[in-house]
Structures are given as C-alpha cells and as structure tokens.
C-alpha cells in the first residue's frame, strides 16, 4: 500500500517526472470503480430496486477493480523506471550495446504492455457503470456519472499511454497486437453508453 500511495503522490507533484499520465488515468479508473462499488452498496434493500446480491455482486467487482487499478499506477510507475535504468546501462563494447538494446526494447514493451492492461480494467468499469444504471439508488445519480467519467478518462488516458511507446518498439508484429488488443478495448459495445441525467 506504501508503494502505491507513493504512485499516487508523485502524480499530484508537478516536480516529478517519474510517475504521470499513465499512472494518473489508472487512478482514475482506480477512482471510478470506488464509487462505483460505493453506489451499489447504496442501492441495496432499496424499495424497487433489484435483490441485494446483485449490487452485492457489483460492489465486489468493482472494489476488485479499484485496487487492482490503484496497483496499476504502480506498475506504470515501475514500468517507466524500468526504461530509464535500462538507458543507464554501459555501451562500451558491442556485447554491452547489445545487452543495453535489449534492455530498452524489453522495458517499452512493458511501459505499452501495463497501460493495456489497466485500460482492460477501466473498461470493466465503465461496463459496470452501465449494468448499475439500469436501476439503482437515483440519490447517488451524481456519483454513478462521475464513476463514468472518470473510467472515461482513464481508458482514453491509458490508450494515449499505450500508442506513445509503440514507435519505439522493434517487433512490428508486437506492435500490430498491442494496437488490435487497445482497438478492440476502445472501440466495444457500450463504450461511450451516457448515463442518463437524473
């Protein structure tokens, strides 16, 4: 949990460059599915509203979405660190060029590879969002369409994270997977379903 607070507080200081947009839209899927879970939990043994384990069953999704992706500006975080180092590395001698190589490309695959897996998590979110809206605690109305938002936002943030590091992959077969897998994320059924105004 330190080291993910720690993600989180390098995202809100402007002075460090280490931790940002890809760490910064996992949170805020990391947000979206905390209030999310939040709604369920208060639509349950409402009058005329659905059984109290299906908002139940919400909840539990989205709580496990919410650390899931709070971890994830973490590992955005790592990722980055990773490329960093790996250009720290000596390049003396060919074999050390080589080793350096390596050590790059392997670290812009995983700084293309973590945001991909979080904008999957924010789209789980934002696919939670509208299975709630269907019926749920209306007093919350504000909330739930915050929750859309900002699952909104951090899948569009972690699209943008994803397609920066693949110019500067070497496998063109690496990267006509990443952009199929974020395109086919982006682009599903639901995606930009508005929540209706209360």
Do not use: W
């Amino acid at each position: 949990m330190e080291k993910k607070l720690k993600a989180f507080l390098k995202v809100l200081d402007s002075q460090d460059n280490t931790t940002g947009g890809g760490s910064a839209s996992s949170i805020a899927g990391a947000m979206a599915a905390g209030l999310v879970g939040m709604v369920a939990r208060l639509s349950m043994g409402k009058k005329d509203l659905e059984p109290s384990d299906h908002y139940e069953a919400i909840a539990l999704k989205a709580e496990n979405l919410s650390g899931e992706l709070f971890a994830g500006g973490s590992k955005d975080s790592d990722a980055f660190a990773v490329v960093s180092n790996s250009f720290g590395l000596p390049k003396g001698t060919d074999e050390e060029k080589t080793t350096r190589s390596k050590a790059i490309n392997e670290g812009m695959i995983l700084c293309a590879e973590v945001p991909l897996e979080n904008a999957v998590m924010c789209r789980e979110v934002i696919k939670l969002c509208a299975q709630l809206q269907k019926k749920y605690n209306t007093n919350a109305s504000s909330d739930l369409k915050c929750a859309q938002l900002l699952a909104e936002a951090g899948l569009k943030g972690c699209g943008v994270n994803v397609r920066i590091n693949l110019p500067y992959l070497k496998d063109e077969g690496k990267v006509s997977d990443l952009e199929s897998r974020l395109e086919t994320i982006e682009n599903a059924k639901g995606q930009h379903e508005a929540l209706e105004e209360n």
